[in-house]
């Protein structure tokens, strides 16, 4: 099993929906969750981060943590063509200094 | 402007002709670490280096060396390339106490060995 398990999508949505993206972990220890943005053919980028249960609002991003069920979201109100990327989950365990990256979502805003 | 650089961005190699591949960042950043990116495999760690003279191998160091002579570069060392290093690499840093995980990567090097 992956330490981070994710849907390679592609996950399509109109522009102005609700796109929710979705990640389970296997390590019950970890303590840090991160959402990164990759547009085609650039390097990733962070958006998001979260440490404690529950969501985290910033803009039209909303993180969201359940650490007893092992799954960490990222929901995008207002979908747009320009959020069009992959998006990747990454997480860091007690002691780690690495971040352990899931293969990512790509996401298609149709306008 | 705060960024880290790669070079070369492509590169098209034969196996077992040595190369190195340059990072440089200009952030003052203790940490930096290089990844490898393979399709289904997502970012996956090589090497990464908590200061100057620190390193230590990530998830997958075989087949590489680094070396950090210097706060701001750490180069990627491939001794005698095989086909399986084809693959698109990043390098990152980030000030070495951070939790915010926020990792500055440079914008890639698209390396592939025939």
């Known amino acids: 099993q992956k330490e981070v398990e994710q849907n390679s999508g592609p996950l399509s949505v109109p522009e102005g929906a609700i796109a929710s993206l979705n990640c389970t972990y296997s390590?019950?220890?970890?303590?840090?969750f991160f959402w990164y943005r990759q547009y085609s053919g650039k390097s990733p980028e962070l958006i998001m981060s979260?440490?404690?249960?529950g969501d985290k609002e910033d803009g039209r991003f909303t993180a969201q943590l359940n650490k007893a069920s092992q799954y960490v979201s990222l929901l995008i109100r207002d979908s747009q063509p320009s959020d069009s990327a992959t998006y990747l989950c990454?997480?860091?365990?007690?002691?780690?200094?690495?971040?352990?990256f899931g293969s990512g979502t790509r996401l298609q805003v149709q306008p | 402007e705060a960024q880290v650089t790669q070079n070369p961005r492509y590169l098209i190699t034969v196996t077992g002709k040595k190369l190195t591949v340059t990072c440089s960042q200009n952030?003052?950043?203790?940490?930096m670490s290089w990844y490898r990116q393979d399709p289904g495999l997502g970012l996956r760690q090589i090497y990464y280096?908590?200061?100057?003279?620190?390193?230590d191998k990530g998830d997958v160091p075989e087949g590489y060396k680094v070396s950090r002579k210097e706060k701001r570069n750490f180069p990627l060392i491939l001794e005698s390339p095989s086909p399986n290093q084809t693959s698109l690499y990043f390098c990152?840093?980030?000030?070495?106490?951070?939790?915010?995980?926020?990792?500055?990567f440079g914008e890639g090097s698209r390396l592939t060995v025939l």
């Open positions: 990152a840093s980030r000030i070495a106490g951070s939790n915010t995980g926020e990792l500055f």
């Open positions: 390590d019950r220890v970890s303590q840090s």
């Open positions: 979260i440490y404690s249960n």
């Open positions: 990454a997480l860091r365990g007690p002691g780690r200094r690495a971040l352990t």
């Open positions: 952030m003052n950043h203790e940490y």
């Open positions: 280096s908590m200061n100057v003279e620190v390193t």
